[in-house]
């Protein structure tokens, strides 16, 4: 028996939502009409007040009374982890084994379905008793979980590519197929690596207007922002630099699947040795902890008469020690004003600075093309600037360098940054160091550029404190 509510008939929609709005519903068991004119409802306490609910007025209607409600649908289904384990443990018993505790405990409580094919951490069917049952352990497992493929994951590959370890465990192959916003991708989870995480960001190239540029994408991988720019944003060609065999073979495959083959060029290796020169109109930085391996060569895509925009990639740590002021000992800050009433954030850079960032080079042109060297520092990639600058300066064929005493200028809307969530300071901090950066990239010979941020993305969030971040940049040649 069931403590219920008795309601007319009439009134049952309305008194259980009200019921749910209080917590007050059974969903376990099913309503239950008692005659032609009243419904029995079932709830979970024993007596309720009428105050609370606001049916004080509705009384004597609206009684409590013991009733026997059937269970509902929902309270019957048994929850999937809780059926592969009976499904398996009976599969055993017919099979001769013992079922024991620790067997049923390296049983999966989750999982991962990428259509048909089910995915396991690394902590599921690690005994060897699974391997020795073989296929038709396996057909029970897809049977449970409905699914015709499985495969176990462990940890990422320090080959260079963060490829995946993943074994197939059952099944001939492991392509499968993801669709967002009307864009398949498509690629072998056993070689490749797909980010959910960045939907938001795939979700707001598509809306960009990119009708007729020329994009590159670097660090394409298997197309999580080129496909976005051919399908949705009406870019006239993409560029896609990737040297991953496993992500190109990826790329391709998807391409031809999104009919836009024809608008892509696929550069496949180091993205500092195959990147073109004097092409973009826009470039696409996707790497992250940290882009700024590739930002030199980014700076060398853009069309040199005309520049484009950067859209930068990188993890920011809030709440860090080293983020809490905003400007450097290395900056000489002066704050302008340019025609349209915005702040010009101007810098002149000083000896420390110049030393971090314009080191001399003194390498000749058999450096042209090399990658470089980067080291770690806190976490985040550095670019060795010796070799790095030097192919950014050689491809633009001007081996002159920055004058010290030059000026760069970024300008800054401190006041009012574009940024998709509550600015932190933190943010801006990062902003104004990667623009001060690049506009020393761009910066040769006797030409400057203006910088301007346009927009600070927040994509996501990591524990404890980190954020991923895109910063656009508009960068232009002052001729």
Known sequence: MTSALIV??????????????????????????????YVAIPITVDALSWTDLGLHDRCP????????????????LEPPADNLKRHVARFLTDSGRVVSPELLADLPSHWEKHGDLILFSNSAFTSDVWSQLGSPLWKVVCQCLVGS????KSSISADGFRSPQVALLYGDNGWVEHVDNGI?????????????????????????????????????????FTLPYLVHAGAGRVIACEWNPASVDALRRNLHLNRVLDRCTVYIGDNRQVCPVDVADRVNLGLIPSSEVG???????????????????????????ACNTHDTD?????????????????????????????TACTCNNKHVGRCSENTQEGGALIISSEIDRCHFEHSRSNPKHSNSNSKVKTKVDRRNVSCNKKLRPEWLSWSR??????????????????????HIEHVKSYAPHIDHLVLDLDCRPNI
């Open 8 to 37: 007319k008939k009439e009134e049952t929609q309305t008194m259980r939502h009200k019921l749910q709005k209080f917590g007050f519903w059974d969903s376990k068991r099913r309503l239950k009409q008692l005659s032609a004119e």
């Open 61 to 76: 209607p609206c009684q409590v009374k013991e009733v026997d409600l059937a269970p509902s649908k929902t309270s019957r």
């Open 149 to 152: 493929r499985l495969a176990r």
């Open 184 to 224: 398949r991708y498509s690629y072998d989870v056993t070689r490749c690596m797909f980010s959910i995480g960045n939907i938001t960001e795939k979700l707001r190239v598509g809306q960009m207007a990119c009708k007729g540029e020329t994009v590159v994408d670097l660090y394409a991988g298997i197309g999580y």
């Open 295 to 321: 930002w030199p060569v980014a700076c060398a895509a853009l069309k040199a008469d005309s520049g484009g925009i950067l859209h930068i990639h990188g993890n920011v740590t809030s709440k860090h020690p």
């Open 330 to 358: 290395d900056l000489d800050h002066t704050v302008t004003e340019d025609g349209q009433g915005h702040p010009t954030f101007s810098v002149h850079k000083t000896a420390a600075l110049m030393t971090q960032l314009n």
């Open 433 to 454: 160091e990667v623009t001060v950066k690049i506009n020393s990239l761009l910066e040769h010979g006797k030409n400057t550029w203006t910088v301007t941020i346009l």
